[in-house]
């Protein structure tokens, strides 16, 4: 078949979604030139000279993407009037911007690697990571400014539309079931795969410092997230702020991320707890110095909410830093025994768990042992696999309809009378 694909879009400051997406796409393309199918790149850039040579793949350059998404919208609303106030057929082809591409190069098959591109006239496979708007309504980042209203309709149009969906997670998979009555058979189980920096940085032993660690020799916990209220920062601030006061026990805290709206926020809440010498907001870190945080830090906490599956806990298995996690939906299906756990906001059992890894080195090394097990169990490469197993499966389906066929119902005009 001819596969289409949107080449990666996001950007290194975006965190865990753009290394999913860049590890996805290199696989994928990977995997495609060791099969039957054609994989169709749709790029706003030229075709990089590494992949010249790749076998069974085509790269389209796009172009007046923002005026092609402005007309797609402008076909999708007035469809729907159509279909929804005067029960006609809809009169434009194309209501999404990659619908056009998509005919013209006769795609027969979409896998969307990020969920947000529900095609309508070609049958896709989508990726879904989480149902944040719908497990938190309330957080400011699902709720503000008419947020809830565009995810819920993008998601319901998503994954309702698809072909095939993959989640990360038995829970991911029981959450779309829940939420969207999707039928069992459709969703597909591929955990998230480590990402391959930190496998080949946990094979190398480095004796690198960090530059801007502070000065002291405090060990410090080690969270690397975006200022999201989700990701629940707060939690280890108050953790931090109980081992001091009840324990005598001094540690620093090391947050990396871009500010999404509640720095500003835990800076207030690191006033008000008396730790601005043990808490440094150090902004985005790029990957090599995100290397040397994971191997210097005492132990990784991960604190976030939402679920079903992070990319952070397997990076620091990978890497040899011990996890403890928030017990969060589908938490310990990822991580197994692999990982401390804690209740997401009860800063008295987080601060419990690190006084365990203090106490116990055994039970520390246990964890950086079971971690690297966990970490090397599944690759991108082996998802590509799995993604290439289901459009084979569906193979079989597509092959019933032509791609340069009309196939239009004729009109009913007795509808217009409720006939």
């Known amino acids: 078949m001819r596969i289409g694909l949107l080449a990666p879009k996001y950007k290194q400051q975006e965190g865990g979604g753009y290394i999913f997406e860049k590890e996805l796409f290199g696989s994928l393309v990977n995997r495609c030139s060791k099969s039957n199918h054609i994989l169709v790149v749709f790029s706003r850039e030229t075709r990089p000279s590494i992949l010249d040579d790749v076998r069974n793949l ?30 006609l057929p809809s009169i434009f ?10 005919s013209a190069h006769l795609i027969e098959f979409f896998i969307n690697m990020v969920p947000e591109t529900a095609t309508y006239r070609t049958p896709y496979l989508t990726f879904i990571w989480d149902l944040q708007h719908r497990e938190y309504p309330y957080f400011p980042e699902s709720s503000l400014d008419g947020r ?28 779309i079931m829940t939420y969207y009555q999707i039928p069992e058979q459709v969703i597909h189980l591929l955990p998230h795969p480590t990402p391959s920096f930190a496998i080949e940085a946990g094979k190398e032993a480095s004796q690198d410092s960090i530059s801007n660690l502070p000065a002291s020799n405090t060990p410090y916990l080690y969270y690397p997230a975006n200022f999201f209220v989700h990701k629940n920062h707060v939690t280890i601030l108050y953790a931090l702020a109980l081992l001091r006061d009840k324990y005598s026990m001094r540690f620093n805290l090391m947050l990396s991320g871009k500010d999404c709206g509640n720095m500003e926020y835990l800076k207030t809440v690191v006033r008000q707890l008396g730790l601005l010498e043990q808490v440094d907001f150090m902004g985005y870190v790029d ?11 005492f132990a990784l906490v991960y604190a976030s909410l939402l679920g079903p599956e992070n990319l952070p806990p397997l990076e620091a298995f990978a890497i040899g830093c011990p996890v403890i996690a928030a017990d969060n939906s589908g938490a310990r299906e990822q991580l197994g025994d692999s990982a401390l756990f804690f209740h997401p906001t009860d800063e008295s059992e987080l601060a419990e768990k690190v006084i365990m890894l203090i106490n116990n080195p055994s039970l520390r090394s246990t964890l950086i042992d079971r971690g690297k097990a966990r970490a090397n169990k599944f690759t991108a490469y082996d998802m590509a ?6 459009v084979d499966e ?8 032509g791609n340069s066929y009309k196939y239009n119902n004729p009109m009913n005009f007795r509808r217009l009378f409720g006939g």
């Not at 085509?58 to 923002?66: A, G």
């Not at 990957?287 to 830090?297: F, I, S, T």
Request: hydrophobic content about 45%.
């Open 58 to 87: 085509e790269w389209v350059v796009v172009r007046w993407v923002f005026f092609r998404y402005l007309l797609a919208e402008i076909n999708r609303l007035l469809n729907l009037i159509l279909n929804k106030v005067f029960r």
């Open 93 to 102: 082809e194309n209501e999404n911007w990659i619908d056009y591409y998509l």
């Open 148 to 175: 809830w209203v565009r995810w819920e309709e993008r998601y319901s149009s998503l994954v309702r539309r698809a072909a095939a969906i993959c989640v990360g997670t038995e829970v991911g998979k029981r959450d």
């Open 287 to 297: 990957q090599k110095e995100l290397v040397l945080l994971y191997r210097g830090a």
């Open 385 to 390: 696999i799995k993604v290439f197993e289901i």
């Open 394 to 401: 569906f193979e079989p389906k597509r092959r019933c309809w």
